[in-house]
Each structure stands twice: as C-alpha cells, then as structure tokens.
C-alpha cells in the first residue's frame, strides 16, 4: 500500500446507503398519510353510527351534548342561500353594535306597522346625509324606488335611512330585500313603513 492512501476513502454515506433513507422516507409519508384519512374518516361519522358499531359499549351522546357549550350557546347556521359577505358587515344598518339589533327595533315596532300593512326596505342608515344620498341615486339608477328618511337613534343622533318603497304585504317586501341582497350586496332588511 502506498503511503498517505488510507486518508483518502469515502468520508460520506455510500450510494446505497441514500437509497435507503430515500425509501424509508417515502414510507413513512405514506403510512403517515394513510393514518390521516382512515382518522379523519372515522372522526367524520356520527356519534350514533359509531356507538353502534362498537355495539352499545358507550352511551350515546347527543349531537348539541357534546361539547362544552349547550345548544342555548351556539349560534344558528346561516342558510345556504344567504350570500355572507364583508361588504355587508360593513354597510349593517346601524344600530347598537351589530345589524341584528335594527332588525329587533323593526320588531319592537311590527305591530303598529302590521295594523297598517306597510312595509318599506331600508337598504342602510348613515350618519350624513350626503352617504345617503349617495346610496339613493344608485338605487334609483338600478331601478329601485330608493327615498331618505331621517330617525333620531338611541344617542340622539340623526341618522339618514335608506329605503325603498311602500308594499302592502311583508312578502312582497321581502322578495324586493331579497333581490337587492342578490343584485347589489346590500343590507336590506324589511322594515315597517
């Protein structure tokens, strides 16, 4: 052997060595991938369908029993044909921190509208009158009855509302909001006249 030839062997893994580890990975993603679906599938059943499968072992919980919260806590889910977007959030009637809240004042105030049978559509409530304005000549120009209304709110503000037209039934109010909802992402809610 030649003096000085011994320092010079391969100092890193060898060729098969990287194959290996290659393999092992690729095995290891998969099996990992596989748990993950067959997880994910079971945790996907319903709580009766698995409690009948493993044949009365547990007792059976009902759907709104078992979290944390009771069905009083959580929230209804939003229809699928109701269109959720930001720009509604943004453009809410205005009201006492949220949208629902002109809605209950339009239900506080149903009875003396349901005696006359008007309704209108507010299609939103602005503190100047020129964003009002504004949101009239749009609905004038997309073929809409749009007038302003001015309220005094809760603070003592005035508020300028939006809305449109007079309608003799509640229904024929609601497909008008309806309409809008779909046409122009607006907030219309039906209101009492």
Do not use: C, H, N
């Not at 949101?135 to 509302?161: C, H, M, N, P, S």
């Amino acid at each position: 052997m030649r003096p000085g030839a011994r320092g010079r062997g391969r100092s890193g893994p060898g060729r098969a060595q990287w194959i290996a580890l290659l393999t092992a990975s690729a095995l290891i993603m998969g099996l990992t991938f596989a748990l993950g679906v067959l997880v994910g599938r079971q945790w996907s059943r319903p709580v009766a369908m698995t409690s009948s499968v493993e044949a009365g072992a547990r007792k059976t919980i009902p759907a709104g029993k078992r979290g944390g919260l009771s069905s009083a806590d959580v929230e209804p889910v939003p229809s699928v044909d109701q269109k959720l977007t930001f720009y509604q959030t943004l453009t809410a009637p205005l009201g006492r921190g949220s949208a629902d809240a002109s809605q209950r004042q339009a239900d506080a105030a149903r009875p003396a509208a349901e005696a006359s049978g008007l309704w209108s559509v507010q299609a939103g409530a602005f503190k100047t009158r020129a964003q009002a304005d504004g949101l009239e000549k749009q609905l004038r120009q997309a073929g809409f009855d749009a007038y302003v209304t001015q309220a005094a709110a809760e603070d003592g503000q005035i508020r300028f509302r939006v809305r449109v037209g007079t309608f003799k039934s509640k229904a024929e109010a609601q497909r008008v909001a309806d309409r809008m909802r779909a046409e122009r992402s607006a907030a219309a809610f039906v209101a009492p006249k």
